[in-house]
């Protein structure tokens, strides 16, 4: 595409909220081949929304001719949309996804390309460290590296320097504008800072309140061309403006109370909360049958029947216990390999609407049916035994697990995976390269509350026949046998405590990775 030729053209463009409200109205511009262009706002203009149009992540009206090829558009959002947890050149070579197959692994050639990109911001030397150990700068280098792996013609760019001390954002922006002009991309760049957007290139689009105001050379711009030379007065008398009607106006507020109509909504859930606790009450009381004068003494009497402990069954105790934590390992490995296609499936995020209504709907079904019920479905089918109850805490779990991953999905940032779907990721390697990595430690964190579960539920099931140490329980309480109940509980107590122990350190590891 030849420099000068119309990459952009927008006609009219008009962009609503779901609920209606008008985001941008009428906005009509072009933009060249190899043009850089600054839009400018207050917050709240439009600016990002208008970005988000052309990208086509937002439903327009109007005409909004793009004139480029498929994933020919790099989208560089205010928080960059990298994945922390994967490296520079991971987070890199995620720009060729649109060029490769769905399964295609990157080639030498690929991973050249990469390298020669970070080699050029001068990040050769950071290639293998993980994004979220890179500083501010580095980071803005490396989502511009993502960028120009796509081989665009646009670049989109966010506030990309948001973050950024005045000196660092100049150095970026100079370097995202040299690294555009040697790919032949336009560029457009949101800022809200006057000084930068003044310096930063000839031509500016000024919105205020979702309309275009200026079209234009910058320098000629009244908002932008007195404050190039200005130093920056972040004085207490700077955060008062003043009004047309010359009225001063507080722009900045170091303290807002918070909205009359938000402690109405906490009163009146909290009082529903409360009412509804002793509605509850009341109607329990009414249902059962408690000599509340009574029951001090019936609870001593029955604790005092487990104690002292009876361990004369300890190694059958035992070998039931062992039985039950490799049920519990085995349903959470099961579980966690059935769950992860299907809270992918069932995430709003990853998949289409309708298929996630459906899955999240089949997740509800599975957690509706309690644990002892589908053991008991298990042994009819299966026969008594440590399998009917490693199948009956596997579907379980599956519905628990299934859910915690998919609002673990939903949870993500969306920049990353708008970022990758804009160059042409699609659904399933978006996925794989930003869900999944970004999800990795709550997902372990899932696992092993999970795993605590099936340790506890496992211990329950004996009583339908499903294997474990609940076999014993059930014996022991039934025939009054309260002493080898209480030894049968001391082991389980045991390993719950030692469950808990390891999980705490593992969550811990988790949290400092």
């Not at 349903?331 to 899955?359: D, E, K, M």
Request: with cysteine; hydrophobic share 50%; aromatic share 6%.
């Amino acid at each position: 595409m030849s420099a000068g030729e119309t990459v952009l053209d927008v006609k009219d463009l008009r962009v609503r909220s779901r609920k209606g409200v008008l985001l941008l109205d009428g906005v009509s511009f072009r933009i060249a081949a190899g043009e850089t262009l600054v839009v400018w706002g207050e917050s709240g203009a439009g600016k990002t929304t208008l970005l988000r149009a052309i990208a086509g992540l937002a439903a327009v009206e109007g005409e909004c001719r793009r004139v480029w090829g498929p994933n020919e558009l790099a989208w560089i959002p205010q928080a960059l949309g990298l994945v922390g947890s994967a490296t520079a050149l991971d987070n890199v070579l995620c720009g060729a996804l649109g060029r490769m197959g769905t399964l295609e692994r990157y080639s030498a050639e690929v991973r050249a390309e990469a390298l020669a990109s970070l080699d050029g911001l001068g990040l050769a030397a950071r290639a293998e460290v993980r994004v979220r150990d890179l500083s501010g700068g580095e980071r803005q280098r490396v989502a511009i590296a993502r960028a120009l792996m796509q081989r665009p013609r646009i670049i989109l760019a966010d506030e990309p320097v948001a973050a950024l001390d005045p000196a660092s954002a100049a150095a970026s922006l100079d370097l995202l504008c040299r690294a555009a002009a040697r790919a032949g991309a336009a560029l457009l760049v949101v800022l809200h800072d006057d000084r930068l957007a003044a310096t930063l290139a000839p031509r500016v689009l000024a919105l205020r309140d979702g309309r275009l105001v200026y079209d234009g050379a910058s320098a000629s711009f009244p908002a932008l061309a007195p404050r190039a030379a200005a130093p920056r007065d972040t004085s207490l008398a700077s955060l008062v403006a003043e009004r047309e009607d010359g009225a001063p106006v507080v722009a900045v507020s170091a303290f807002q109370a918070p909205p009359e109509a938000s402690r109405s909504a906490a009163f009146v859930w909290w009082t529903a909360l409360g009412a509804g606790t002793i509605a509850s009450a009341v109607f329990v009381a009414s249902r059962s049958h408690v000599r509340l004068d009574r029951l001090p003494a019936n609870v001593a009497d029955v604790a005092g029947r487990f104690f002292p402990p009876d361990f004369s069954s300890v190694s059958d105790h035992g070998i039931a216990l062992v039985e039950t934590v490799a049920m519990a390992f085995l349903a959470t490995g099961l579980s966690a390999i059935l769950s992860l296609p299907l809270s992918a499936l069932a995430a709003r995020n990853v998949s289409p609407a309708p298929v996630s209504a459906l899955f999240r709907a089949f997740l509800s079904g599975v957690r509706t049916i309690p644990s002892l019920v589908w053991a008991l479905l298990a042994v009819s089918a299966v026969g008594l035994g440590a399998f009917a109850g490693t199948v009956a805490l596997t579907i379980y779990s599956v519905g628990y697990f299934g859910k915690l991953l998919a609002e673990s999905f939903e949870s993500l940032p969306g920049e990353t995976q708008e970022a990758l779907r804009c160059a042409g990721a699609g659904r399933f390697r978006t996925f794989l390269h930003a869900v999944l990595p970004e999800a990795a430690p709550q997902i372990a964190g899932h696992l092993l509350f999970v795993l605590e579960y099936n340790v506890r539920y496992g211990s329950v099931l004996g009583i339908v026949g499903a294997g474990g140490i609940g076999y014993w329980l059930y014996q022991h309480l039934r025939s009054f046998d309260y002493p080898r109940a209480t030894s049968a509980l001391l082991l389980l107590l045991v390993v719950v405590i030692g469950f808990d122990a390891i999980s705490a350190k593992l969550r811990t590891l988790l949290r400092t990775r």
